[in-house]
T-cell receptor
Framework: GAGVSQSPSNKVTEKGKDVELRCDPI?????LYWYRQSLGQGLEFLIY????????KSGLPSDRFSAERTGGSVSTLTIQRTQQEDSAVYLC?????????????FGPGTRLTVL | GDSVTQMEGPVTLSEEAFLTINCTYT??????LFWYVQYPGEGLQLLLK?????DKGSNKGFEATYRKETTSFHLEKGSVQVSDSAVYFC?????????????FGEGTQLTVNP
């Protein structure tokens, strides 16, 4: 079946612009996660959704970052007023039930470059 | 808070060599432990997992045993192949303290030469 998909695959933007990153999880997965992978910081957790609710937003680095999930499916991560330090690969993952023992299935990522 | 420490990389081996990548963790609860792998040009995928002490996860010839007494989850393979060249990430998930989010180690780049 289809895996997790993300769009765009690459995004180049200018400092100060807003960007939206999209994630389509595996159908039926109730849990959705956003992570960020960068050279200096490794893989960092950003936010977790269970259904349309976000019980854990503790990883969002600043109030410029926000995310939503609609219909228990697609999620959008929005970064406002982008900064050069936001350059990274943004990964989305989904899992069947959001339990700690569950495998998380990762998408291919969106590579964001802020000039 | 929870944390994962992996051995310093990168690691370069010849084909058929024995592989060990060390991983230790800090957690206040009873975490589940994972090894994820990222092949060149591909996304992260689960390699193996263990959800309680003394469990052994295995897949594709790789093994790791959940050692609570040493807080470790070292990855081993008896005979590596060129196709095993990838970045390997140790990770934990601790439902009690941090829910189901994954906390990752730094990653270890493995290169296997023919």
């Amino acid at each position: 079946g289809a895996g997790v998909s993300q769009s765009p695959s690459n995004k180049v933007t200018e400092k100060g612009k807003d960007v939206e990153l999209r994630c389509d999880p595996i159908s039926g997965h109730t849990a959705l996660y956003w992570y960020r992978q960068s050279l200096g910081q490794g893989l960092e957790f950003l936010i977790y959704f269970q259904g349309n609710s976000a019980p854990d937003k503790s990883g969002l680095p600043s109030d410029r970052f926000s995310a939503e999930r609609t219909g228990g499916s697609v999620s959008t991560l929005t970064i406002q007023r982008t900064q050069q330090e936001d350059s990274a690969v943004y990964l989305c993952a989904s899992s069947p039930g959001g339990h700690a023992v569950d495998e998380q299935f990762f998408g291919p990522g969106t590579r964001l470059t802020v000039l | 808070g929870d944390s994962v420490t992996q051995m310093e990389g990168p690691v370069t081996l010849s084909e058929e060599a024995f592989l060990t990548i060390n991983c230790t963790y800090t957690a206040t609860g009873y975490p589940s432990l994972f090894w994820y792998v990222q092949y060149p040009g591909e996304g992260l995928q689960l390699l193996l997992k263990a959800t309680k002490a003394d469990d052994k996860g295995s897949n594709k010839g790789f093994e790791a045993t959940y050692r609570k007494e040493t807080t470790s989850f070292h990855l081993e393979k008896g005979s590596v192949q060129v196709s095993d060249s990838a970045v390997y990430f140790c990770a934990l998930s601790d439902q009690k303290t941090s829910g189901s989010r994954l906390t990752f180690g730094e990653g270890t780049q493995l290169t296997v030469n023919p």
